[in-house]
């Protein structure tokens, strides 16, 4: 089990290619999870911050469409699902990504009781960035005080030293138009206090859409 989760996070600190963002059908195997997962995890300590490297560290990953399909095969093959509840389990995590962009995050700071993202004291906000700089707000943050033991395994970032979270952001702004639009190159998750901002983004690659289908039938 420590094996697999290093094996994790030395591919969190990847994340090449452009990823693909718009609704699209996939064919994983279980084996596939930690690839994906790599691509679609960053760590601010894969940037040289300079004194910000000592002030926060912080992983997060996108809990994209691609992601999220990855997961299911995952937790369906390490649960011994059968077709019909694993058809169910992606029918609704697929069905959330079209209203929540979502993200698992770790993170300390050089004090801990300062990182809770769910403290309006705390020395940390948290936003979602598009290319053009337009910012939007979490409408969901929530601090896992003790991960499960899956929890623990798919996101090896977790550890006794950095608190955990479950950030949502909508997928529109008031106004209807997109949080990621369909042609966006790159989103950003941004961390920004006091003590000064860390950036954590994501490539995309805006071609890469086909119309979303449901199958999970392998």
């Given at each position: 089990m420590a094996v697999a989760a290093l094996g994790l996070l030395a591919l969190a600190a990847c994340g090449g290619r452009a990823l693909p963002i718009q609704p699209?059908?996939?064919?994983?195997?279980?084996d596939d999870y930690e690839r994906i997962y790599g691509d679609w995890t960053r760590s601010s300590d894969e940037f040289a911050f300079d004194r910000l490297q000592d002030v926060l560290h912080v992983t997060a990953t996108f809990e994209s469409w691609?992601?999220?399909w990855a997961y299911v095969v995952r937790y369906a093959?390490?649960?011994?699902?059968?077709?019909?509840?694993?058809t169910r389990l992606l029918r609704s995590s697929l069905g959330d990504a079209q209203e929540r962009h979502r993200f698992f995050v770790t993170?300390?700071?050089?004090?801990?009781a300062q990182s809770d993202l769910t403290d309006e004291r705390g020395a940390w906000r948290v936003l979602l960035v598009d290319?053009?700089?337009?910012q939007v707000r979490p409408v969901e943050v929530s601090r896992l005080r003790s991960p499960g033991a899956a929890e623990e395994v798919?996101?090896?970032?977790i550890s006794?030293?950095?608190?955990?979270f479950r950030i949502a952001f909508p997928t529109q702004h008031p106004d209807g138009s997109p949080v990621i639009a369909s042609g966006a190159r790159r989103v950003t998750l941004r961390f920004t206090g006091a003590q000064g901002s860390v950036d954590l983004q994501w490539d995309l690659d805006p071609r890469a859409a086909t119309e979303p289908t449901v199958a999970l039938d392998e």
């Open positions: 699209a059908s996939r064919s994983f195997t279980a691609e992601f999220r093959a390490d649960y011994s699902l059968q077709t019909p509840e694993r993170m300390v700071g050089n004090r801990y290319e053009s700089g337009r798919y996101f090896p970032s006794n030293q950095r608190q955990a």
